[in-house]
């Protein structure tokens, strides 16, 4: 797990609901991204210092929440998981480091769990159980997210 500067929250498990709060911006990987760019607040109430957004809405990552604790990768027991600063790998450990104070730092903080490959989950929800920050959130209903 990599030392921020910020207090994570845990995703929040109503975000498909709120589209005002967590608008649709985009896509990465075939996934849906939300609130990329929009300042949100962290656990302590203060800007979260990245805007990253959450990516995927049947595994959703909260990616401002994500402190690269890298535990939901290897869990995955097919793989929906790869380091968004790191593809192809999907270990403890393998994720990118990153230096304070470099642009990079700005931007990301800490390499994120993407989910690269939501269309295959299966709704284990171990991911989601093994999170320490509570940054994944499963949907195995759709409220409007994939259509
Ligand atoms: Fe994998 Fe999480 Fe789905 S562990 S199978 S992405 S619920
Ligand atoms: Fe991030 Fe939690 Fe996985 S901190 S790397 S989403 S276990
Ligand atoms: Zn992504």
């Avoid at 921020?4 to 709060?21: A, G, R, T």
């Avoid at 849906?32 to 203060?46: I, M, N, P, S, W």
């Avoid at 049947?58 to 600063?85: M, Q, R, T, Y």
């Avoid at 903080?109 to 269309?119: F, G, I, L, Q, S």
Wanted: net charge negative.
């Amino acid at each position: 797990m990599a030392e921020v500067d910020y207090k994570s929250k845990p995703i929040d498990p109503d975000f498909l609901n709120k589209p005002e709060e967590y608008p649709h911006t985009g896509s990465h990987h075939e996934h849906k991204v939300f609130a990329e760019g929009v300042q949100r607040l962290d656990a302590d109430g203060k800007p979260y210092p990245t805007k990253k957004g959450i990516h995927g809405a049947h595994v959703a990552v909260d990616f401002d929440s994500c402190i690269a604790d890298g535990s939901c990768l290897p869990v995955c027991p097919v793989e929906v998981f790869e380091w968004a600063l790191n593809p192809a790998h999907d270990e403890v450990g393998e994720d990118k480091k990153i230096a304070s104070g470099t642009p990079e730092w700005d931007e990301w903080r800490t390499d994120k769990a993407d989910p690269v490959r939501e269309a295959d989950c299966i709704d284990c929800m171990a991911c989601e159980t093994v999170c320490p920050v509570l940054a994944i959130k499963i949907f195995t209903e759709q409220p409007y997210g994939t259509q």
